[in-house]
C-alpha cells in the first residue's frame, strides 16, 4: 500500500545573509497550513508573489494581496492563513530595530499593508540580492531605500528628492576605490564619512547617475578585462578582483561586456 501523502507538501528556504540589519530571510509556499497567533522580536517584511494571505494583527483582520507590502512590527501577535485556495507563496525578511525604531510600531499596526508599486520592486530586488552571494553592497544599498520609504509610509510624509552633494559622492567614489578587491560595507562606509547610508546612496547616484554598489562592480570589470588580457585565468581574475568566485565574474562580466571572460579572454 503506498504511503499517505499530506496534501500540503511546503517549500521553505531559510537563510542568515551577511547584511547589516537582516536577521533572516524565508521563503516559503503553503497550500494549506495556517499559523497560529505569535510574535517576533524583529520586523516581518512580506510579500505575496502567489495566491493571498489573511491574518489577524491586533484584533484586526487584515489581507496581502500580490500588489503590496505587508509590514508587521515586532512584538505584536499575529497569525496567517491562506486566503486563496490554491495556497500562498511569499517572500519575507525578518528586520532588527536598526532598520526601524520601535516608536514606528504604532503606525505599523495601524497601517500594515503598503499599496506602492516602487517599495514592492525594491523589495523583491532586495530578495534577488540576497540569494546571490558577493552581492552584499548591492543588497544593502537597496535596504537602506527600502528602510527609508518604509519610515516615509509610516510618518506619512512625501519622499525627500535626491540631493546633489559632489564633496559627500565624491568622498564615497574614493573610498569604493580603495577597497576596490576586499570591498566595503555601506555601513562602514557611512561611519567613516559621518552620513546615513541612505543618504550616502541618493548623493551618489544623483552625482554621478549611477548607484555605489554599480560602480564597484563596473570598476572591478574593468580590473578584470586587464588581467584577462594579460593571460590570467578567470578563476585568478575573479580571485584578484573582488569577486566571490568565477560563477559571480562570470555573471556580471557577460552582462556588462556581453561575453563570458573565458571568451574574452580568448578573442585576441
Given at each position: 500500500?503506498?504511503?499517505?501523502?499530506?496534501?500540503?507538501?511546503?517549500?521553505?528556504?531559510?537563510?542568515?545573509?551577511?547584511?547589516?540589519?537582516?536577521?533572516?530571510?524565508?521563503?516559503?509556499?503553503?497550500?494549506?497550513?495556517?499559523?497560529?497567533?505569535?510574535?517576533?522580536?524583529?520586523?516581518?517584511?512580506?510579500?505575496?508573489?502567489?495566491?493571498?494571505?489573511?491574518?489577524?494583527?491586533?484584533?484586526?483582520?487584515?489581507?496581502?494581496?500580490?500588489?503590496?507590502?505587508?509590514?508587521?512590527?515586532?512584538?505584536?501577535?499575529?497569525?496567517?492563513?491562506?486566503?486563496?485556495?490554491?495556497?500562498?507563496?511569499?517572500?519575507?525578511?525578518?528586520?532588527?530595530?536598526?532598520?526601524?525604531?520601535?516608536?514606528?510600531?504604532?503606525?505599523?499596526?495601524?497601517?500594515?499593508?503598503?499599496?506602492?508599486?516602487?517599495?514592492?520592486?525594491?523589495?523583491?530586488?532586495?530578495?534577488?540580492?540576497?540569494?546571490?552571494?558577493?552581492?552584499?553592497?548591492?543588497?544593502?544599498?537597496?535596504?537602506?531605500?527600502?528602510?527609508?520609504?518604509?519610515?516615509?509610509?509610516?510618518?506619512?510624509?512625501?519622499?525627500?528628492?535626491p540631493r546633489a552633494e559632489p564633496a559627500l559622492a565624491r568622498l564615497l567614489r574614493e573610498l569604493l576605490d580603495e577597497h576596490l578587491t576586499d570591498g566595503l560595507t555601506l555601513t562602514d562606509a557611512a561611519a567613516?564619512?559621518?552620513?546615513?547610508?541612505?543618504?550616502?546612496?541618493?548623493?551618489?547616484?544623483?552625482?554621478?547617475?549611477?548607484?555605489?554598489?554599480?560602480?564597484?562592480?563596473?570598476?572591478?570589470?574593468?580590473?578584470?578585462?586587464?588581467?584577462?588580457?594579460?593571460?590570467?585565468?578567470?578563476?585568478?581574475?575573479?580571485?584578484?578582483?573582488?569577486?566571490?568566485?568565477?560563477?559571480?565574474?562570470?555573471?556580471?562580466?557577460?552582462?556588462?561586456?556581453?561575453?563570458?571572460?573565458?571568451?574574452?579572454?580568448?578573442?585576441?
Amino acid at each position: 500500500m503506498a504511503a499517505h501523502q499530506p496534501a500540503d507538501q511546503p517549500e521553505v528556504s531559510a537563510w542568515r545573509p551577511s547584511v547589516p540589519g537582516v536577521v533572516e530571510v524565508f521563503h516559503a509556499r503553503f497550500t494549506e497550513y495556517a499559523y497560529p497567533m505569535h510574535v517576533h522580536d524583529a520586523w516581518t517584511l512580506l510579500i505575496v508573489d502567489d495566491g493571498a494571505v489573511r491574518y489577524d494583527l491586533d484584533r484586526h483582520e487584515h489581507g496581502t494581496p500580490r500588489d503590496t507590502v505587508t509590514l508587521l512590527p515586532p512584538h505584536v501577535p499575529h497569525n496567517g492563513s491562506p486566503a486563496t485556495p490554491h495556497g500562498f507563496r511569499k517572500r519575507v525578511l525578518y528586520l532588527d530595530g536598526s532598520r526601524l525604531s520601535h516608536d514606528l510600531i504604532g503606525p505599523a499596526v495601524d497601517e500594515p499593508d503598503l499599496r506602492d508599486p516602487e517599495l514592492r520592486s525594491r523589495v523583491g530586488r532586495l530578495h534577488r540580492a540576497l540569494a546571490m552571494p558577493g552581492e552584499e553592497l548591492a543588497a544593502e544599498s537597496v535596504l537602506v531605500l527600502v528602510g527609508e520609504r518604509l519610515r516615509d509610509h509610516l510618518r506619512h510624509r512625501d519622499p525627500e528628492p535626491p540631493r546633489a552633494e559632489p564633496a559627500l559622492a565624491r568622498l564615497l567614489r574614493e573610498l569604493l576605490d580603495e577597497h576596490l578587491t576586499d570591498g566595503l560595507t555601506l555601513t562602514d562606509a557611512a561611519a567613516l564619512l559621518h552620513a546615513h547610508p541612505a543618504h550616502l546612496v541618493r548623493a551618489f547616484s544623483a552625482a554621478y547617475g549611477i548607484a555605489p554598489h554599480r560602480y564597484l562592480t563596473s570598476r572591478r570589470i574593468g580590473r578584470a578585462r586587464r588581467l584577462l588580457l594579460d593571460g590570467l585565468a578567470p578563476g585568478e581574475v575573479a580571485a584578484a578582483t573582488g569577486f566571490y568566485d568565477q560563477a559571480h565574474l562570470n555573471r556580471h562580466f557577460k552582462k556588462l561586456v556581453g561575453v563570458t571572460p573565458g571568451r574574452y579572454r580568448n578573442s585576441g
